[in-house]
C-alpha cells in the first residue's frame, strides 16, 4: 500500500477515536464526558500548581473552566429534556449546581494565577476541584 494511502487512514482513524471520545446518547452522555475531563484538568492544575508552575497550573485550569462551560452546556439540555423522576432529572439539577461553583472558582483560580498570587489562585482551585468532583459524581448517574 502506498506510504499517502497510510497515512490517510491512520489520520482518519484517530480522528473517529478522538471524535468517539465525547460521543454518546446526546446532551448526557457528552455532558458526563465533560465533568469528568473537568475534574482531570482540575487535578493536572493542582499538581503543577502544588509544585509552583503557576503557568502550567493557569494552563489546566483555564481548561477544567473550558470542559465545565460544555459540562455546563450539555447538562442543563438534557435536564430540559429529560423525563420526570428520570436519573437525569434527579441528578443533573444539582450536577449543574456543582459545576457552575466549579467554573467560578477555575476562573478565579486563572485570574489570581495570572497576578501571581499563588497561594489565593490554590485556594480557589481546591474549590473548584471539591465542587468538580461533586458535580461529576452526579452527573455520572444522568442517564
Not at 484517530?14 to 454518546?24: E, G, H, L
Not at 503543577?48 to 503557576?54: D, L, Y
Amino acid at each position: 500500500m502506498h506510504k499517502g494511502k497510510l497515512a490517510l487512514i491512520a489520520t482518519l482513524f484517530i480522528a473517529s477515536v478522538s471524535t468517539n471520545a465525547f460521543a454518546d446518547t446526546g446532551h448526557a452522555g457528552t455532558a458526563k464526558a465533560h465533568c469528568a475531563a473537568m475534574v482531570e484538568a482540575g487535578e493536572s492544575g493542582m499538581d503543577h500548581g502544588g509544585q509552583g508552575h503557576t503557568d502550567t497550573a493557569v494552563k489546566h485550569f483555564k481548561q477544567m473552566s473550558k470542559d465545565g462551560q460544555e459540562c455546563l452546556n450539555h447538562g442543563q439540555e438534557a435536564v430540559k429534556s429529560a423525563a420526570k423522576g428520570s436519573p437525569t432529572e434527579m441528578h443533573g439539577g444539582g450536577a449543574m449546581k456543582h459545576v457552575q461553583e466549579a467554573v467560578t472558582h477555575a476562573n478565579a483560580a486563572v485570574e489570581h494565577g495570572q497576578a501571581g498570587h499563588g497561594d489565593v489562585m490554590m485556594g480557589h482551585a481546591k474549590e473548584a476541584l471539591m465542587h468538580a468532583k461533586e458535580g461529576n459524581k452526579h452527573a455520572q448517574e444522568m442517564k
